[in-house]
């Protein structure tokens, strides 16, 4: 029988329903469109009984259009469906938010870079975008966008995303999608003071505003990151919500990491708590980068200072034990301490730009 006379049909038996030959509590079939969507009537709803099979075909279809770039006619032929149909359920995955357009600054990699400097130094994985004539701070953004991007496609099956506060990152959190929901959790690595204003610091508050963005819970640390004495550190340690969210830090299964240079440390905070003559002492001491508030040498091995007894925050040896570890960095003056950081494994997937990662590939034929 062809389908418009099936669906003659069922609409008469439907209609016959309706004029008493069958109980008004009985489902009825209306219709079989012609993706083979069934129709029901019970009482006065309308029920769907594939929707969910109906969603699955509009993915589909969206995927083999968007992303593997078959015209509509190819689709038509593959499903079995008209290409009437394939358009209209084009226009429907637009409409209902299966396709989405973003409109950003060109993401141009390099995927034979990515793979040498991802073999060269052992690492799960490795983003690298093209150098373009930037000022600092559109690079920093594109880099920020190249990020986003990444860990939009990434957290795929993540329970937890710890986050250590940076400028690198507040650019990341700010070109993140925005979405309705999520079952991700976002956590700080490192203690950040509750949020007073909107005005607030950016810097402090980047998990906070990953978790907005990606529409995540957010679990934080609700204390300083510096304490100018270890005494108040240590009292703030004993609160009961520092350590609740210190356990939070450790359990995460992916961390969102910048990386500091010998050049500066800023804390992330209201002072500068190493000033550049106590940098200078610490490089005496072999310091080559420092990592969550914490130094360590070019064989990526922690030196002591005692600003670690003034931090509160993840350890280095606990920032270890997370799976995923995903550094976000540019700049030459990081390069040592990149290469560094990747020595002491404290970073096994990594996001930078073409010039840095040059760079870093050269200090290792060095």
Known sequence: MAASARNFAKAAGWAASRSGHHSARQIHRIRIDETGM?????????????????????????????IQGLTQADIASSVNLSRATVSRLLSEARRRGVVQIRIGPPIDRLPKLEKEVQKQFGLAGCVISMDRPQSLQERAN???????????????????????????????????????????????????????????????????????????????????????????RDRAMEMPEVQAGLEWARASDVALLGLGSMQRFDGTGSYSPVSPAALADLQGLGAAGHLCGHFFDARGVEVESELSSRIIGISLPELLGIPRRVMVVAGSPKVGSLAAAIRGGFVNELVTDESTARELLATATR
């Open 38 to 66: 069934e129709t029901y009537q019970k009482g006065n709803q309308m029920v769907s009984e594939h929707a969910r099979r109906n969603d699955l075909l509009i993915q589909k279809i969206a995927y083999m259009y968007h």
């Open 142 to 232: 594109q880099l920020g966008y190249v990020a986003a991007r990444y860990l939009e496609a990434s957290l795929s099956g993540a329970v937890q995303l710890g986050v250590a506060a940076s400028r690198t990152l507040a650019a990341v959190a700010s070109a993140l999608e925005p979405k309705a929901d999520s079952e991700l959790t976002v956590v700080d690595l490192l203690a950040c003071p509750p949020r007073v204003d909107r005005d607030s610091d950016e810097r402090n508050h980047v998990g906070e505003n990953i978790a907005r963005r990606l529409g995540a819970d957010f679990k934080p640390l609700p204390a300083n990151f510096v304490y100018r004495e270890a005494a108040a």
